[in-house]
């Protein structure tokens, strides 16, 4: 099951996980501060549930970023793809520090 898979009124929707990934990516792609983030995404009963996992630049105020993470992803992913996000939950990786900045 790697597709969301919902009915409109007028349409029958299917948007792949990987799609899922790339909206929330580009809210993450945005924040200051995020040296690495990867997108896990699952569906049940038609709600999205979202695990990014993401190292943060030393000096980052990670419980600020989290939360704009969550807020930004699940706004975005509800707003473009009219999908229920369930919840975002921000896991903090710390084992990358080299001076790389990489979101993907």
């Known amino acids: 099951k790697h597709l969301v898979h919902y009915i409109t009124p007028s349409n029958e929707i299917r948007i792949s996980f990987n799609t899922i990934k790339t909206i929330a990516l580009s809210n993450i792609r945005n924040i200051g501060s995020i040296k690495e983030a990867k997108i896990q995404v699952s569906n049940e009963g038609g709600e999205v549930s979202i695990v990014v996992t993401a190292s ?6 990670i419980p600020e970023i989290s939360k704009e993470i ?24 710390d084992t990358n520090n080299s001076g790389k900045r990489r979101v993907g």
């Open 56 to 61: 943060f630049a030393i000096g980052a105020i």
């Open 70 to 93: 969550q807020r930004n992803s699940k706004e975005t992913i509800e707003r473009t793809a009219e999908i229920n996000v369930k919840e975002v939950v921000v896991f903090v990786d």
